[in-house]
């Protein structure tokens, strides 16, 4: 959807024009997560499903898929198990779709986790273990409890090819919509993509879809907090998921809690490095500034790691000029928002308006 206010708003914020169009793409009102993890971890859920079906004989392809949610498939299922690690939202998309199909189904997360999400993963018959330390750590533990059980199904955040190819499909939704408002993508209507960064899977799964069907002339531009760039930082130095930020002294903290993955995943930097346009990184208080900025003038809202898209615009057309032009178009990938909970809306809200307020009492 197009940002009329939010673009004028932000011209006015940054004292820049941004002469191209800027619009959003709502992937913070997807079911299930709210977020940008259900293109992912819905379909390597129905992919497991599917697997389990048809090797056991009770499925073909020429048959309605919609069986698979019977009482029948259940049983069939709950003799398998799921298990996924994540921040957050993966174990939103991941746990609650297994959960349905009657998979047995355990969540790993970081004791930080937000609450409200665990509770609701309780609540849907997900078992949720928590650990007292980062979420890099985690992924190995549970990739290693998976590993102990052949019926037992990994989620691995940090390389899974159906998670990204579950987020390359939001391509072929975004070239149906670019075709709705008329938007060409060539030399002269470069089209140009924010997605905030963690593991590095759905930003690279989108851009490997985008550029597949769209073609060289849309550009992605990655975000990442200052204390969390591990994308970045592992394909500058081209070590890719052989190194963390705890490696160089960071302490891969942010109140953005979808990126704080301090290492990167293994598909991200080797499918990246021809791919990606150009990465920013941003310190915390931009994203709460972002958040209340889409709230007041779009009435939008989004978690602080999707607001992180906004803070890729000024760096991207102050280094290319020939972006911030009158055919350009410029996307934020709103990556998630909609299933936080008022108590948290507001809070993040409430953060965002004393910066900005802030900002003004010193100006
Ligand atoms: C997971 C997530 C991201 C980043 O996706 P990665 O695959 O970890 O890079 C961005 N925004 C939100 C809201 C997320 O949940």
């Known amino acids: 959807m197009p940002l009329k206010n939010m673009h004028e708003s932000w011209e006015h914020q940054t004292q820049q024009k941004l002469t191209g169009r800027l619009f959003l793409k709502a992937d913070n009102q997807l079911p299930i997560s709210g977020s940008i993890k259900s293109r992912g971890g819905i379909y390597e859920v129905l992919k497991f499903a599917e697997e389990i079906a048809i090797s056991n004989g009770r499925l073909t392809n020429m048959d309605n898929y919609a069986m698979l949610a019977s009482t029948?498939?259940?049983?069939?299922?709950?003799?398998?198990?799921?298990?996924?690690?994540?921040?957050?939202?993966?174990?939103?998309?991941?746990?609650?779709?297994?959960?349905?199909?009657?998979?047995?189904?355990?969540?790993?997360?970081?004791?930080?986790?937000?609450?409200?999400?665990?509770?609701?993963?309780?609540?849907?018959?997900?078992?949720?273990?928590?650990?007292?330390?980062?979420?890099?750590?985690?992924i190995p533990k549970a990739r290693a409890d998976a590993a102990l059980d052949p019926n037992i199904h990994f989620v691995d955040d940090e390389g899974s090819n159906d998670l990204f190819l579950g987020y390359a499909v939001a391509a072929v939704r975004l070239q149906k919509q670019l075709k709705e408002h008329q938007i060409k993508v060539d030399q002269e209507h470069p089209v140009i993509v924010y997605l905030p960064a963690g593991v590095g899977g759905s930003p690279s799964g989108v851009t490997f879809g985008l550029k597949t069907i769209l073609g060289p002339h849309v550009h992605a531009i990655f975000c990442e907090p200052t204390h969390v760039p591990s994308v970045t930082l592992g394909m500058m130095t081209k070590l890719n998921n052989h190194i963390s930020v705890y490696d160089i002294g960071l302490d891969g903290l942010t109140a953005a809690d979808g990126l704080a993955v301090g290492r990167p995943s293994r598909l991200a930097g080797k499918v990246m490095r021809t791919l990606l346009f150009g990465s920013v990184t941003f310190p915390d208080e931009d994203i709460y500034r972002y958040v209340t900025q889409l709230q007041d003038t779009q009435h939008i809202t989004v978690e602080p790691s999707a607001a992180a898209v906004f803070t890729g615009i000024a760096p991207t057309i102050n280094n290319m000029p020939t972006f911030n032009s009158p055919n350009a178009t410029h996307i934020v990938w709103a990556t998630g928002g909609s299933m936080m909970p008022q108590s948290e809306r507001e809070a993040n809200y409430a953060k965002g308006k004393q910066l900005i307020d802030s900002v003004f009492a010193h100006a």
Request: proline fraction near 0%.
């Open 72 to 138: 029948e498939f259940r049983q069939l299922f709950s003799k398998y198990g799921v298990i996924v690690a994540s921040t957050g939202n993966l174990a939103l998309s991941v746990g609650i779709m297994a959960a349905t199909f009657g998979f047995k189904t355990t969540v790993y997360m970081s004791h930080d986790a937000r609450q409200w999400k665990k509770d609701k993963l309780r609540e849907n018959g997900v078992t949720v273990k928590e650990f007292n330390t980062n979420f890099s750590a985690i």
